[in-house]
């Protein structure tokens, strides 16, 4: 089993910048493919960013391309996202996931979870 750990949410005006970060431990990092989800309150939680075992794969939501920028570093058993010209509607609570097979947007494909760390953005 794999344990999740995330952090670098915060309050930031719109424009600004964030980058979280997910910290893993317990088994192998690099076995797993990774993911970053959010949820706003009273909404279903949603795909934000894929990130394959190796790296060499990355998705993203339409939402957030060409201003989100997923990456992970397998020595330091740690993803990230980068989160730059932030928009209200990026507010939410931001969770990291890993699957040991599966990779895409779905959040039922991933099996472990964090507990999530909450990013909010005023305008």
């Known amino acids: 089993q794999v344990q999740l750990v995330e952090s670098g949410g915060g309050l930031v005006q719109a424009g600004g910048s964030l980058r979280l970060s997910c910290v893993a431990s317990?088994?192998?990092?690099?076995?797993?493919?990774m993911g970053w989800f959010r949820q706003a309150l009273g909404k279903e939680r949603e795909f934000v960013a894929a990130?394959?075992?190796?790296?060499?794969?990355?998705d993203y939501a339409d939402s957030v391309k060409g201003r989100f920028t997923i990456s992970r570093d397998n020595a330091k058993n740690t993803m990230y996202l980068q989160m730059n010209s932030l928009k209200p509607e990026d507010t939410g609570v931001y969770y990291c996931?890993?699957?040991?097979?599966?990779?895409?947007?779905?959040?039922?494909?991933?099996?472990?979870w964090g507990q999530g760390t909450r990013v909010a953005v005023s305008s």
């Open positions: 996931a890993a699957s040991i097979s599966y990779y895409g947007t779905a959040p039922q494909g991933y099996s472990y």
């Open positions: 990130i394959s075992r190796s790296g060499a794969a990355t």
């Open positions: 317990g088994r192998t990092f690099s076995n797993y493919n």
